[in-house]
């Protein structure tokens, strides 16, 4: 069986950024987004497998008593699984802050989708899934970090 041919799409743009845009890159074990804006950067999409294992957060994190009142501020989460999996059991809505576009990476994927195979298609949608429930479920800021204004009151 041969491997399914690559697919990397470039120059989505990105609102805000000159010379900015999106590729992805389906041809490896782990599927890689990445985000150009001068220099690259990769969107991560790791699992809660992924988490676990770093010791980011314990086996069973989700099914802790206290899980659901904590009041969760995620810097840069890209589209790991770790607040789509958080924001519809929270009590309290997540905050995200993050200057990559969230709305934008959802057309970009979404244009990917009629040129990916069946298996790719499936991770698309997975990345797709995740930023839906982060530009809709979660207080997302789209901005730097050092341009968000804080009440110390």
């Not at 743009?13 to 804006?37: K, N, V």
């Not at 995620?74 to 809505?93: D, M, S, V």
């Not at 997540?94 to 040129?115: C, G, M, N, Q």
Request: charged share 20%; glycine share 4%; hydrophobic share 40%.
């Amino acid at each position: 069986m041969s491997e399914a041919p690559p697919y990397v799409a470039t120059e989505a743009h990105i609102p805000g950024f000159e010379q900015s845009s999106y590729s992805l890159d389906l041809r490896f074990d782990q599927p890689h987004l990445s985000w150009h804006a001068g220099v690259e950067e990769a969107i991560t999409i790791r699992s809660i497998s992924e988490y676990e294992s770093s010791g980011a957060i314990p086996k069973g994190f989700f099914d802790l008593p206290y899980i659901k009142s904590l009041k969760i501020i995620e810097l840069a989460p890209g589209l790991a699984q770790f607040l789509p999996t958080y924001a519809p059991i929270a009590e309290n809505k997540p905050i995200a802050v993050d200057i990559i576009d969230y709305h934008e990476i959802i057309k970009f994927l979404t244009s990917a989708l009629p040129r990916c195979t069946a298996t790719q298609k499936e991770i698309v949608k997975v990345m797709i899934e995740r930023a839906q429930i982060i530009t809709h479920k979660v207080d997302y800021i789209c901005c730097p970090v050092e341009n968000i204004k804080y009440d110390h009151s």
